[in-house]
């Protein structure tokens, strides 16, 4: 329920309009909230009211109130006077209370709502009767995952909450330790750059504001409820592709991940034999630095060795002999397109392998602990 600071912080402001102290104990008796020195014997009169029929009772000079929601009994209010304005003040604080807690509560079942639906832990039947009550409305929506760098600070997702308070088509919310969530009405989007600049805009934003690297990926946009789940777990698949295969990337889409989203699903048996096809039985596992550079920047320029010098500050020549270099120990050409194709192919393989690797050792790792 709301915290205790918050309900002092309502009652300090009701009294500073009213100027009538105001106390808030619990269905229990337990004071939680006050403006003024309760008496030692006020917890008891607060338990026999609440054990009573009355809604409201005026006892030894204060007004008691009982607030209840949902027809059970939540609060009891105190006003420290016995006019008629203090009982007026009670019952429009009465108000206030409910209608916070209201709220509260609102946001909490939508909050949990979602998270069912991006676990995939509803029916659809359910799914659509509970959104009704909740007042979701149909529309066009992606889910964004915001992985933080190490373990996820709360700043964090206070820095999402916060960009998207005003906006209630939005769900800011959490599954685990290392991510937020964030389910985005996209209605407003009409093109697929948009939706880049957002998730760019996402980590900008919290980058700055909570001062830790993030790393969003993003999902295909769907219509309907039980398709956030698909949503949700393309995003997952966009940011461990990402891991393996666009490290220098902040932002990651899934419907941009290309051949390395079939790559990520090739069985390591399979990785294995096309790696003996293509190296034999030398299949290399590192490279020096220099050697990969000129790779890159090769394939960046597209084959051409003119502008790949140029840009390596080397001269055409000296290019000319790392590539012959390369053919000589992995027995592939780059300077051709169906050589240079299938070695592009095999580095994103070893890099799938190697990632795969790294995970093993972590979870026997983790068991040995």
């Known amino acids: 329920m709301l915290s205790n600071h918050k309900l002092q912080v309502t009652l300090g402001e009701i009294k500073d309009i009213s100027r009538v102290d105001l106390a808030l104990f619990s269905d229990k008796g337990k004071l939680l909230a006050s403006t003024y020195q309760i008496e030692e014997d006020m917890e008891d009169m607060t338990r026999l009211f609440a054990e009573s029929m009355a809604e409201s009772q005026m006892l030894s000079g204060h007004h008691y109130f009982k607030v209840m929601i949902e027809n059970e009994l939540e609060y009891v209010l105190l006003a420290s006077a ?151 777990q393309e995003a997952r698949m966009a940011l461990e592709v990402g891991r393996i295969f666009y490290v220098e990337n902040d932002t990651v889409s899934y419907s941009k991940l290309g051949i390395g989203r079939l790559i990520y699903q090739i069985p390591a048996s399979l990785c294995e034999m096309f790696l003996k096809e293509v190296f034999g039985d030398k299949v290399p596992n590192v490279f020096d630095e220099e050697t990969m550079i000129t790779i890159h920047k090769f394939f960046e320029n597209n084959l051409n060795i003119s502008e790949t010098a140029r840009q390596l500050y080397v001269h055409r020549n000296t290019l000319v002999y790392r590539l012959e270099r390369i053919q000589k120990i992995l027995g592939l050409d780059i300077r051709t397109f169906e050589d240079a194709m299938l070695f592009k192919i095999a580095l994103m393989v070893i890099s799938h392998m190697n990632y795969q690797k790294s995970l093993t050792e972590q979870e026997h790792g983790k068991k040995k602990e």
């Open 82 to 232: 016995g006019n008629e304005e203090a009982y007026m003040v009670g019952r429009l604080a009465v108000c206030q209370i409910r209608n916070m807690v209201s709220t509260y509560q609102e946001q909490f079942d939508r909050n949990s709502f979602m998270q069912n639906v991006l676990l995939g832990n509803m029916l659809v039947v359910d799914m659509y009767n509970k959104a009704k009550k909740l007042h979701i409305e149909p529309a066009k929506r992606v889910v964004f995952i915001i992985e933080v760098s190490g373990k996820r600070d709360s700043l964090v997702i206070e820095t999402v909450k916060n960009l998207f308070a005003v906006k209630t088509r939005d769900f800011v919310t959490e599954v685990d330790e290392k991510s937020v969530i964030l389910v985005k009405d996209v209605r407003d989007f009409s093109s697929n750059r948009e939706m880049e600049h957002f998730a760019q805009m996402l980590v900008d934003n919290i980058q700055t504001e909570a001062m830790v690297k993030v790393r969003v990926g993003y999902g295909n946009q769907v219509e309907l409820l039980q398709d956030i789940a698909r949503s949700y």
